[in-house]
């Protein structure tokens, strides 16, 4: 029987990659005291999402026998092949942090908790599937660590990355479907549950919402702290 979603082999994975990611987030901030110990760390857990990525499209590729299949055409897809580049070249609190962390962050999430191609083969170590979790995991929580070690701090003055991002990976996805052909990308044409009500604009309208909410409860929460309100200016004495 192949593996189901809840089924043993799957929360046998949860639980045992939700184990090594929590861990690897402590350890982090145990042991990387220093601005360049973490930025050394976020690098190479970037690389380690990387080789997961590449190795996950180049699987791909040689089930599909296409050169093309190369291309991410999921959110999730370009959001781990882009955490992995910005992880490695940008810098610490850079803006583009402000798009692709979110995006890892719901990606990576739902994706572990519904794996919709985990039953493609007999074992949930078909090559396939388990680069598919894998990165997906690795990308979650990459982006709690980054978070974790305030190499990113979410901010309201930075909300609007995150829709500038997503309209860039929606047109990129209209790219690949009228100039090379896809079938379908970014969810465009099927929701990302098939027969539910989740559809890009449905889902993307949810996600800006709840960015934004979460944003303005951390920056009340941020000037609580600091003695002062928000959206009130400081008066002048």
């Not at 942090?97 to 074992?123: E, V």
């Amino acid at each position: 029987m192949n593996p189901e979603i809840f089924g043993w082999q799957h929360l046998v994975y949860l639980a045992v990659v939700i184990v090594l990611g929590v861990a690897s987030v402590v350890l982090i901030k145990l042991f990387c005291k220093t601005e360049k110990s973490i930025s050394i760390a976020i690098k190479a857990y970037s690389a380690f999402l990387l080789v997961w990525i590449l190795a996950n499209r180049i699987l791909i590729v040689i089930r599909d026998k296409s050169a093309l299949s190369f291309i991410p055409n999921t959110f999730c897809g370009i959001s781990s092949l882009s955490l992995a580049i910005i992880g490695l070249f940008a810098k610490k609190d850079a803006g583009i942090w402000h798009w692709i962390i979110y995006c890892g962050l719901l990606g990576g999430f739902l994706t572990m908790i519904y794996p919709d191609f985990i039953g493609q083969a007999a074992s949930i170590f078909y090559p396939l599937t388990i680069t598919g979790l894998v990165h997906h995991t690795v990308m979650f929580f990459l982006c709690v660590t980054v978070l974790a070690t305030g190499y990113m701090r979410p901010s309201i003055k930075r909300w609007a990355w995150l829709p500038l991002g997503l309209c860039v990976m929606m047109s990129f996805g209209v790219f690949l479907i009228t100039a090379l052909k896809f079938g379908d990308a970014m969810y465009i044409h099927e929701p990302l549950i098939e027969g539910t009500i989740f559809t890009w604009y449905f889902t993307g309208f949810l996600f800006l919402l709840l960015h934004l909410g979460a944003l303005l409860i951390i920056e009340y929460v941020r000037l609580r702290k600091s003695g002062r309100r928000l959206f009130v200016k400081k008066e002048n004495k």
